[in-house]
């Protein structure tokens, strides 16, 4: 599993034109589900991105995660992180989950973080999106379990 975890001040994710999900001071994560993910890669994965310390104390250090700043996850699904450009100039995404057990495995990751406490909002899983934020800092992370 591969996330790019982005610190925001704001977020929102639109379908057709309609805002589907938004959120104010939290974390916008972009959720790629690779080929043999399992259930606990999606619950150890929330839980780093739910205590990843990115966001500053009063003296400007990181070192305050998602939960102490009590903020919001605005995820998304995003098979193209998983893309190969290795060869050739066109991406291959041999790599990424097929949509069915991808969908539960994202799924999972957002009860997972639910369950931490985080209020998460989300897209809709293999729609076409279009995502605004503002990155604060910028602050972006990229992960993988």
């Not at 500053?56 to 098979?79: M, P, R, W, Y």
């Not at 097929?98 to 994202?106: H, I, N, Q, S, T």
Request: net charge negative; proline share 2%.
């Amino acid at each position: 599993m591969k996330a790019v975890i982005q610190r925001v001040s704001k977020a929102k994710i639109e379908v057709a034109n309609n805002i589907v999900a938004e959120i104010g001071n939290g974390l916008m994560i972009l959720l790629g589900v690779r080929k043999g993910d399992t259930l606990s890669n999606a619950r150890e994965l929330a839980e780093k991105c739910a205590n990843l310390r990115i966001f500053e104390d009063t003296e400007g250090k990181f070192n305050l995660s998602l939960i102490d700043i009590k903020g919001s996850a605005l995820v998304a699904s995003q098979f193209t992180l998983l893309a190969d450009t290795s060869r050739g100039r066109r991406p291959s995404f041999t790599d990424a989950e097929e949509p069915k057990r991808a969908e539960e495995l994202y799924e999972n990751f957002i009860e997972s973080l639910n369950g931490i406490g985080i209020l998460t909002r989300t897209g809709i899983f293999g729609e076409r999106m279009n995502i605004s934020l503002d990155n604060d800092g910028p602050v972006t992370i990229i992960m993988e379990v």
